[in-house]
């Protein structure tokens, strides 16, 4: 079957992502708020920030593709055979990926010198790297790194 669009995309995949990523969102804005007076960041810039992350996920050209890229994930999580259907929805996953990066300030590939991330760029990195690790059980975030 080659998959062409997001019609493809089934009620539980949808709704799986939706709540991984509102819950990845919150973990990270509560990890954010940790590091209140780190360098003398502000609680409301922390909040702001942990408000916004990863927010571009939620429209195109990124959501249909981390839909995919979510369920992907989950199958593989619980040893459940999955592959995606066609090169389209390949494309579709990479072509987030990518602009994903280079849309949010957390990302390096954001910048065009890594020295030029702030200070919350770099808090907000280290928060998104420590959710994901503690949302796969592995412990501090250099194990998911």
Not at 70 to 85: D, E, G, L, R, V
Not at 90 to 109: F, G, Q, R, Y
Request: glycine share 2%.
């Amino acid at each position: 079957m080659k998959t062409t669009n997001n019609t493809d995309i089934t009620n539980e995949m949808r709704e799986y992502f939706y709540k991984r990523t509102e819950k990845h969102i919150n973990r990270v804005r509560e990890l954010m708020m940790l590091m209140e007076g780190y360098e003398t960041l502000k609680r409301s810039d922390l909040l702001e920030r942990g408000i916004a992350h990863d927010q571009s996920k939620y429209l195109e050209p990124e959501v249909t593709g981390y839909i995919w890229l979510s369920w992907f994930h989950y199958c593989k999580n619980s040893n459940i055979k999955f592959a995606y259907p066609s090169d389209t929805i390949i494309e579709m996953v990479n072509n987030a990926v990518d602009h994903h990066l280079k849309s949010n300030l957390h990302h390096p590939e954001s910048h065009s010198n890594i020295n030029n991330m702030s200070t919350l760029d770099i808090v907000e990195m280290v928060c998104d790297w420590s959710a994901i690790s503690q949302e796969l059980n592995q412990g501090s975030c250099l194990n998911y790194i």
